[in-house]
């Protein structure tokens, strides 16, 4: 249901109307769902949602962002998206986001322009700029448009917005690329890739809605929300994870006591 009546929501709408027409970097979040939803509503034919086909993101994530679409109703395309051709971005230094951003934008930039779109927009938000983001400057460079954070607007609106919209997923825990879950320097393998997805797949499985796999080489560190800390310490769900983990091919298993936290990577910086 159109939030006709929601004033944050009908500014959104208006602000996106302002753009002509708009490819929206669409990833099958909450953030970029909404975008998505209120490019729609004003824009109508003259969207395009896109989506990053990657190894280093999900199956599952994009499988959502088909059925995401779809039920908005606005077109949708996948492109492939090529990362690890960068040996930069291979190596995994501090500014990892900004290379792969920087080929995931150029690439949409060029879907955008051979679409005859005016504007390609995505779905950073205000919150995110209390994080370390370096893809920010890779959007800066391209002239990605962020409609949420022009707007001032955090997760806890978006998620409103989002419900009362009717997106799936409006509560869903944030996501985030798979390199994001191995420690800067250690290089990034197509093998790293599969076995995190795997495993967060597993844990899931187990019962965990909001889990991290950080791989540290043999050392698999898992974050959970700090609600399901106590839940993994039964022992039978312990156990589990450990064979999960080391049939993964992780030699040591740990859970972090912190319980999961937006970029715990990013402490060492």
């Known amino acids: 249901m159109k939030l006709l009546d929601d004033p944050l929501y009908q500014q959104l709408v208006s602000h996106l109307v302002s753009c002509g027409s ?4 669409f990833s099958g979040g909450v953030d970029s769902s909404l975008v998505l939803a209120a490019a729609h509503d004003a824009l109508g034919d003259r969207v395009l949602a896109v989506t990053a086909r990657s190894v280093a993101f999900p199956a ?5 962002a088909i059925e995401t679409a779809r039920q908005v109703g606005a077109r949708h395309l996948l492109v492939d998206t090529f990362e690890l051709d960068n040996p930069t971005y291979r190596a995994n230094p501090p500014d990892r986001c900004y290379h792969c951003k920087r080929e995931i934008f150029a690439t949409l ?3 955008a322009e051979k679409e005859g779109l005016d504007t390609v927009v995505d779905g950073s938000n205000a919150d995110d700029a209390s994080d370390h983001r370096p893809g920010a400057r890779a959007a800066q460079e391209l002239q990605i448009r962020s409609p949420l954070a022009e707007l001032s ?3 806890s609106a978006i998620r409103r917005l989002a419900q009362s919209r009717g997106l799936p997923g409006w509560d869903r825990p944030a996501s985030a690329c798979l390199a994001s879950r191995i420690p800067y320097g250690q290089p990034i393998t197509v093998e790293r890739l ?25 050392l698999a560190r898992i974050e959970v929300g700090p609600d399901q800390v ?6 039978a769900i312990r156990e589990e994870m450990v064979q999960l983990c080391r049939q993964q091919g992780f030699t040591y298993v740990c859970l972090d006591l912190a ?4 970029g715990s990577l990013n402490e060492v910086l």
Request: charged fraction near 40%; glycine fraction near 10%; include cysteine.
């Open 194 to 218: 599969y076995r995190m997805e795997r495993t967060e797949a597993g844990l899931r499985d187990l019962g965990f809605r909001v889990v991290r796999l950080r791989d540290h080489g043999d």
């Open 153 to 155: 607007l955090g997760k």
């Open 22 to 25: 708009v490819l929206v970097a």
């Open 109 to 111: 930039c060029a879907v």
């Open 60 to 64: 599952e994530e994009r499988q959502r």
């Open 259 to 262: 319980g999961y936290r937006t």
């Open 230 to 235: 106590a839940q993994a310490f039964d022992r």
